[in-house]
């Protein structure tokens, strides 16, 4: 009795393993969206990978270029991909080849997937302007940003308050990097005025400022020896999780009657680049055991 129990419990077991691999015959891993197949091969034969980008964001990826990385050069039959847009909901399939030369002795090597596109992300807030008599009024302010790699908020003006007119309050633009990935230029930040009683809206940051829309030098000048400082927003490492910049607001009225919130908006143009995890491929010499 115990032996046919034994026996039952054995043929389990080996139905459950060839229905999770496929009767052990099947060569294919996943890590997270890429699918590899196969991850073992003779060298001169060639493994597929599959990868699809799915722009799960508000708005359109532009210039985007899908890479292979950390591929040996002695590998052959993949390059990069160059769809020239990606709108908002929409999935592109990224298939690349890897044909392996002959080898004699069994190498291994991890590539990985990268993605890089030119992103906007749109913002407003609310200034809710005040004079000393209105220190008390309540006032419901909002803000926000579409989704996107990064996220951008405005501080410092839930409460400014006028004394004279045509005068100048301080507040700053945080760019934060909420993605998986790095900043890797910032092309622009904007800010939009068009309000009653606020007579312009500046953005400054190091020496790139003050204007109502920002922008880094051409890349000829920023690779010059002495640099300017506003280089910075093409700096990876500096801003590759966000930056603080500065926010000059120029008021028109110095009474008011009751509180006033005026909305601004602008944008915020980013370069942006991760890269998804492959998985090991190995490369056997033919005809040897590997």
Avoid: W
């Avoid at 026996?7 to 996943?30: K, Y």
């Avoid at 200034?127 to 908020?153: C, D, F, R, Y």
């Avoid at 801003?239 to 009474?255: C, E, F, H, K, R």
């Amino acid at each position: 009795m115990k032996f046919y129990l034994y026996a039952l419990i054995a043929l389990f077991a080996m139905a459950l393993v060839l229905g999770c691999t496929g009767g052990g015959t099947q060569n294919q891993t996943t890590t997270g969206p890429v699918t590899v197949t196969p991850t073992q091969l003779v060298g001169g034969g060639t493994a597929t990978v599959q990868y699809t980008l799915t722009n799960n964001y508000e708005n359109d990826m532009n210039n985007v270029k899908i890479s292979m990385l950390s591929v040996p050069s002695s590998y052959t039959g993949y390059s990069s991909l160059t769809p020239s847009k990606i709108v908002s909901n929409q999935q592109y399939p990224a298939i690349f080849t890897i044909t392996a030369p002959s080898v004699s002795i069994k190498q291994t090597f991890t590539p990985k997937i990268q993605v890089c596109y030119d992103y906007t992300t749109n913002y407003f807030f609310d200034a809710a302007l005040k004079t000393s008599k209105l220190a008390t009024e309540a006032v419901n302010v909002e803000s926000g940003s579409s989704t996107g790699p990064i996220s951008v908020s405005a501080m410092g003006f839930d409460s400014v308050f006028l004394t004279t007119a045509d005068e100048d309050h301080m507040g700053s633009l945080s760019i934060t990097n909420i993605g998986t990935g790095k900043i890797m230029a910032i092309n622009s930040i904007a800010i939009i005025e068009d309000s009653t009683n606020i007579n312009s809206a500046k953005i400054s940051y190091s020496d790139c400022g003050p204007a109502t829309e920002i922008k880094p030098p051409s890349a000829a000048t920023c690779s010059a020896t002495s640099p300017p400082a506003c280089c910075i927003l093409r700096n990876t490492l500096a801003i590759t999780n966000g930056l603080t910049a500065s926010l000059t607001i120029n008021t028109a009225p110095d009474t008011l009657t009751s509180v006033s919130t005026e909305r601004l908006s602008g944008s915020v143009l980013v370069n942006y680049c991760y890269e998804v995890p492959v998985g090991t491929i190995t490369v056997c010499p033919a005809g040897k055991a590997c």
